[in-house]
């Protein structure tokens, strides 16, 4: 380990210049709220890597981790995609610079694309799981008892979560998805856009089996 690596709560932060390149650009682009938690978010799942005896790729562990939010922001949203879609697609776009397998260019995809998505990111390979885990404990403090206080404050003092997290974090996922609403159809963000968006009507998966041209 070089002697100026940073270290938090036991965890490296990965320095090869690709970790860099991410930290610059998502620094640049995101606000500093989806900056912070996109840092946690690594370090909480690499600590669920490290609990779990997990073999993982920590640069890939990070660059899914650090993209994962990149969607809701402007400049790399689509006009139809999923949020998650879009991030997955810019950290794809990002490792294509540099030398990375297919199956870890796979990897890092899925961990963007299926964040959202609970139930199926823990039966996939280390990169997928952990980076839903490091989401799930940071945004919804799930298996918060399984890291210890220490680590969790050391975590938050270096990448603050502020005074009011969840609302900043539930403002920018309104944020990135109000413009598009039909793409949280199936999705947990059309629970945020139904809690802070007067307008919206959520799409009832019944009605439209119901519905359908089939006569039966």
């Not at 404990?137 to 206080?149: C, N």
């Not at 007067?198 to 439209?208: C, H, I, Q, S």
């Amino acid at each position: 380990m070089s002697p100026t690596s940073e270290v938090i709560a036991g965890i490296k932060i990965p320095d090869s210049p690709m970790a860099k390149a991410a930290t610059g650009l998502v620094r640049d682009t995101e606000t500093d709220l989806l900056y912070h938690h996109s840092r946690r978010v690594f370090l909480f799942g690499a600590l669920t890597g490290e609990r779990k005896g997990l073999k993982y790729d920590p640069e890939l562990l990070y660059v899914g981790a650090m993209f994962h939010d990149m969607g809701l922001m402007d400049s790399y949203a689509s006009e139809t995609e999923r949020f998650e879609v879009d991030g997955a697609n810019a950290a794809r776009t990002f490792l294509k610079s540099y030398d990375v397998s297919e199956r870890d260019l796979d990897d890092v995809w899925d961990s963007i694309a299926l964040h959202t998505t609970p139930g199926i990111p823990q039966h996939k390979r280390p990169t997928v799981a952990l980076v839903t885990a490091g989401v799930e404990m940071d945004v919804l403090g799930l298996a918060y008892d399984d890291f210890t206080s220490e680590q969790r404050h050391e975590i938050c003092n270096c990448h603050p979560r502020g005074l009011k997290f969840k609302h900043g974090i539930l403002s920018a996922f309104c944020y990135g998805t109000i413009k598009k609403p039909e793409t949280t159809f199936g999705n947990v963000k059309a629970d945020v856009l139904a809690r802070m968006d007067p307008t919206y009507k959520r799409v009832d998966f019944a009605e439209l089996i119901m519905g359908s041209k089939w006569d039966s």
